[in-house]
């Protein structure tokens, strides 16, 4: 059954835009976005959940608000929807957020979140556009912590042959650990390549391979948001969708 939910109430605002939602279970839901009003940006939060006859709507909060920028929300739940960890995009800098608390690292807008096991989560992200970085971010009891002991990890790219222009990624893991990461490769006015590599938390490579050429909605230009989500739905086992002009 489709229910038509009217997720913001705010009625005076310039715009919005980076919708992004997770689930838990049951009928719960959380909803992201941001909005922008007289050079004021806000992140949004707002929890959903369905019932028989129609919808409850909990508070809807601003949790992030500044005067950059705020786009290209992603939101993963944790062990609950109340251990949700958002990344967004802010004037050069890779945001991952948490009940209050901000970490943040020089990255582009072309990032992804999933979430590993327990209260750890991998965010994969180009850097230059010429090298792939992974940074492992925890919750711990005051907030968000590095679990990667503050150092990037650089997955060697080179090696494989595959180095040049990443921009959008996308990544998923499984139960056993093991990290997909579908990213595209290809500048501007040039021919898009899609290409996975198969990882973990250690940033070690297992795999990679080419997945298809020509792809992307906009093959002139660079869009900043997934050209081929993926899941996880078994160990070994993950599903990804393209479009291939």
């Not at 582009?108 to 209260?119: D, I, K, Q, R, Y």
Request: proline share 4%; with cysteine; charged share 15%.
């Amino acid at each position: 059954i489709m229910k038509d939910i009217p997720i913001s109430s705010n009625s005076s605002i310039d715009s919005s835009n980076s919708p992004e939602v997770v689930s838990f279970s049951g009928d719960t839901f959380s909803f992201f976005w941001n909005e922008y009003n007289e050079s004021n940006y806000s992140m949004y939060q707002r929890k959903i959940i369905l019932t028989e006859t129609g919808y409850l709507p909990l508070d809807q909060t601003p949790v992030v608000t500044g005067s950059k920028v705020i786009e290209y929300i992603h939101a993963e739940s944790g062990t609950s929807l109340d251990t949700t960890v958002t990344t967004f995009y802010n004037n050069g800098y890779i945001h991952t957020y948490f009940n209050g608390d901000t970490l943040q690292f020089p990255g582009f807008p072309n990032n992804s979140l999933c979430h590993l096991s327990g209260n750890l989560f991998a965010v994969v992200y180009a850097r230059n556009n010429d090298y792939l970085n992974m940074r492992l971010v925890r919750i711990n009891s005051g907030g968000l912590e590095f679990a990667d002991g503050g150092t990037p990890g650089k997955l060697d790219t080179n090696a494989l042959g595959i180095a040049g222009y990443f921009s959008n990624t996308s990544c998923a893991a499984d139960s056993s650990g093991n990290i997909l990461i579908m990213v595209t490769r290809g500048g501007p006015d040039s021919t898009k390549y899609l290409e996975y590599i198969l990882t973990d938390s250690s940033s070690y490579i297992n795999y990679s391979a080419q997945v298809a050429s020509n792809i992307s909605l906009d093959a002139a230009g660079v869009v900043n948001y997934a050209d081929a989500p993926v899941i996880s739905y078994a160990d070994n086992k993950f599903a990804s969708i393209f479009f291939k002009s």
